[in-house]
Nanobody, 125 residues
Framework: HVQLVESGGGSVQVGGSLRLSCAAS????????MGWFRQAPGKEREGVAG????????YYADSVKGRFTLSRDNAKNTLYLQMNSLKPEDTAMYYC???????????????????WGQGTQVTVS
């Protein structure tokens, strides 16, 4: 089992920035792939970005490429999502997820992820 704790959400103006954090515990192969998803009211959960620990490969949805950047602190087993140039359409609940398999990160398909955090709200206006 993996526990995921997100933080860093909040309200920001259009064009602003936020950094989300996701701390995973314990450090196991179950969190080799860690990803961020978001869900706005009335919409399906959408994969935003994924990080595969073994080779630090990153994967991004087209909607956030060039604006969002993943990084990871291995000592803290924490994944960060730096979000710049935020738009109103980025408003959503953001969830951290983890899975042992690379294809979860490659596809950013929410059904492939085994472990989920509680979410953190991001509002852009």
């Amino acid at each position: 089992h993996v526990q995921l704790v997100e933080s860093g959400g909040g309200s920001v103006q259009v064009g602003g920035s936020l950094r989300l954090s996701c701390a995973a515990s314990p450090y196991t192969d179950n969190s080799r792939c860690m990803g961020w998803f978001r869900q706005a009211p009335g919409k399906e959960r959408e994969g935003v970005a994924g990080f595969y620990r073994a080779d630090a490969e990153t994967y991004y949805a087209d909607s956030v490429k060039g604006r969002f950047t993943l990084s990871r602190d291995n000592a803290k087993n924490t994944l960060y999502l730096q979000m710049n140039s935020l738009k109103p359409e980025d408003t959503a609940m953001y969830y951290c997820a983890a899975d042992p398999n690379r294809w979860a990160c490659q596809t950013l398909g929410h059904s492939y992820f085994d472990y989920w955090g509680q979410g953190t709200q991001v509002t852009v206006s």
